[in-house]
């Protein structure tokens, strides 16, 4: 595998989440602050998701979109991205969300082959749901953790007072999760989760494809 030549040093970290993920996942809808979970409470509701991850000059923006989803099969929590996508038919957005991701520098020296120093960030991000955020995350291999530093609600947004996530590679597939925490409650909730599978690849601003990372230059994964 060629790496190309202007990967940016600062993306090289998250580049295996460039592209586009396509899939599914379960949507949670919360009991109100303070109301206790009862027959009243809507289930959890299975969705559609997009991920497309670019590289924006020394950045990595995500694009997350989010729609209804429809199954025609009891769900299976066992169904990969392509079982899922099979069975559920795509309804109407939800709800769009662009991050931009920022990876500070670091001198650290490199690890053995199948190793992989954590590597801290910062991302911004601005959803339709009304709420925008401020994030500090840290990248080890394959594996993202992010919560939310400081986070801006519109007069109509769920008030949250807390937002957390994490991103995996797990056999080809990107495994997420986020949780919330309402505001006037101490604990967090699982608010939605996904399993996705890459449908394009990236390409640098040369042209040249981001197929993936490779153990044996600076860190990368495949």
């Known amino acids: 595998m060629v790496i190309p030549a202007d990967l940016p040093a600062l993306v090289a970290p998250v580049a295996w989440m460039l592209g586009t993920w396509e899939g599914w996942g379960m949507h949670a809808q919360p009991a109100a602050p303070g109301q206790e979970a009862s027959a009243e409470v809507p289930a959890d509701s299975p969705v559609i998701e997009e991920i497309r991850g670019d590289v924006v000059g020394d950045q990595m923006r995500l694009v997350t979109r989010v729609y209804a989803g429809e199954a025609s099969a009891p769900i299976d929590p066992t169904w990969d991205a392509a079982q899922g996508l099979a069975a559920i038919q795509k309804g109407d957005l939800i709800s769009e969300e662009t991050v931009y991701v920022s990876v500070a520098p670091s001198d650290a020296p490199l690890p053995p082959p199948g190793q992989y120093n954590p590597r801290e960030f910062t991302a911004t991000s601005a959803s339709t749901e009304g709420h925008s955020a401020v994030w500090d995350g840290v990248s080890v291999g394959p594996r993202v953790q992010m919560v939310s530093d400081a986070i801006a609600l519109g007069a109509d947004a769920t008030r949250v007072t807390h937002l957390g996530r994490m991103f995996g590679l797990v056999a080809g597939e990107l495994m ?26 990236a390409s640098t601003a040369s042209g040249e494809v981001i197929e993936g990372i490779d153990d044996s230059q600076d860190g990368f994964l495949v």
């Open 176 to 201: 997420w999760t986020q949780e919330h925490t309402l505001d006037g409650e101490d604990e967090a909730d699982v608010e939605i989760s996904g399993r996705l599978h890459r449908t394009e690849q």
